[in-house]
T-cell receptor
Framework: EAGVTQSPTHLIKTRGQQATLRCSPI?????VYWYQQALGLGLQFLLW???????NRGNFPPRFSGRQFPNYSSELNVNALELEDSALYLC????????????FGAGTRLSVL | GNSVTQMEGPVTLSEEAFLTINCTYT??????LFWYVQYPGEGLQLLLK?????DKGSNKGFEATYRKETTSFHLEKGSVQVSDSAVYFC??????????FGQGTRLTINP
């Protein structure tokens, strides 16, 4: 069974550009979570989608946004990129009825130059 | 709010040594507890979990017991290997919510 897949693996952008990151959950999972792992800052919760709806967001500015598609895959969009947005972005999927245990993808490393 | 505190790293051990990484939590109610591992250049892998008090999670020789009385979930392994070198994260989860992570502990095992 395929795990959580994220694309691209690496993404290089310049300040002010927009970045789009993609995530495909484990088959059957309906929830997708996004986390940011910036150097020295640990893992910070960004966004949670379930059944196509945004359910919760972390303490990030509105230029971080996303959506979940009918097939439960998800996109994370970061507008007006800043240098401090450079980080590893991790996606996790889960099924609420199975204890909401979250399984992670390998991440997308975003570098903002 | 909920929080997780892990022992500060980095931790360096010799192969076959005994490992303990301490984790304590603050939460209302009865969260589920997890250990995730992150190998260099990779995402997080679920190592083990426990969903109620006194549960013991185990995987790949690692163990952790959910201790409600001490609000702890310490990770242990009897004999570590070089391949165990990674960053370990303790985390808690309450229902349909986000994971709350500790700061991570970098473990290096020398041959």
């Amino acid at each position: 069974e395929a795990g959580v897949t994220q694309s691209p693996t690496h993404l290089i952008k310049t300040r002010g550009q927009q970045a789009t990151l993609r995530c495909s959950p484990i088959s059957g999972h309906t929830s997708v979570y996004w986390y940011q792992q910036a150097l020295g800052l640990g893992l910070q919760f960004l966004l949670w989608y379930d059944e196509g709806e945004e359910r919760n967001r972390g303490n990030f500015p509105p230029r971080f946004s996303g959506r979940q598609f009918p097939n439960y895959s998800s996109e994370l969009n970061v507008n007006a990129l800043e240098l401090e947005d450079s980080a590893l972005y991790l996606c996790a999927s889960s099924l609420l009825s199975q204890g909401n245990i979250q399984y992670f993808g390998a991440g997308t490393r975003l570098s903002v130059l | 709010g909920n929080s997780v505190t892990q022992m500060e790293g980095p931790v360096t051990l010799s192969e076959e040594a005994f490992l303990t990484i301490n984790c304590t939590y603050t939460a209302t109610g009865y969260p589920s507890l997890f250990w995730y591992v992150q190998y260099p250049g990779e995402g997080l892998q679920l190592l083990l979990k426990a969903t109620k008090a006194d549960d013991k999670g185990s995987n790949k020789g690692f163990e952790a017991t959910y201790r409600k009385e001490t609000t702890s979930f310490h990770l242990e392994k009897g004999s570590v290997q070089v391949s165990d070198s990674a960053v370990y994260f303790c985390a808690l989860l309450q229902g349909a919510q986000k994971l709350v992570f500790g700061q991570g502990t970098r473990l290096t095992i020398n041959p």
